[in-house]
């Protein structure tokens, strides 16, 4: 099983940011890629951002240009930093990690609003 510490989630204003950090741990963790989906009340879960390990970065159309992804060196924390935040960004946002051999593992969610 893999332990996911996940942070930043919240509330926040139009315009805005928030950084969310996610850190995944297990003994036998071998992580090709690390990222966020996001879930909205109605709707099918997205990509948001993900990072490969061999740097290979992938966003969504509508958060290019407002929102970053980033890792530590280690390979196994990501951050991700969301500017000019936008109502329709609301959602649950899921961390995830890709093992080499093992495929996708998923955090618990964290909830980011957007909301004057």
């Known amino acids: 099983q893999v332990r996911f510490v996940e942070s930043g989630g919240g509330l926040v204003q139009p315009g805005g940011s928030l950084r969310l950090s996610c850190t995944a741990s297990?003994?036998?963790?071998?992580?090709?890629?690390i990222g966020w989906y996001r879930q909205a009340p109605g709707k099918q879960r997205e990509l948001v951002a993900r990072?490969?390990?061999?740097?290979?970065?992938d966003y969504a159309d509508d958060v290019k240009g407002r929102f970053t992804i980033s890792r530590d060196k280690v390979g196994n924390t990501a951050y991700l930093q969301m500017n000019s935040l936008k109502p329709e960004d609301t959602a649950v946002y899921l961390c995830?990690?890709?093992?080499?051999?093992?495929?996708?593992?998923w955090g618990q969610g964290t909830q980011v609003t957007v909301s004057s």
């Open positions: 995830t990690v890709k093992d080499r051999v093992r495929g996708d593992f």
């Open positions: 990072l490969t390990i061999d740097r290979r970065l």
């Open positions: 297990a003994s036998f963790l071998s992580i090709y890629a």
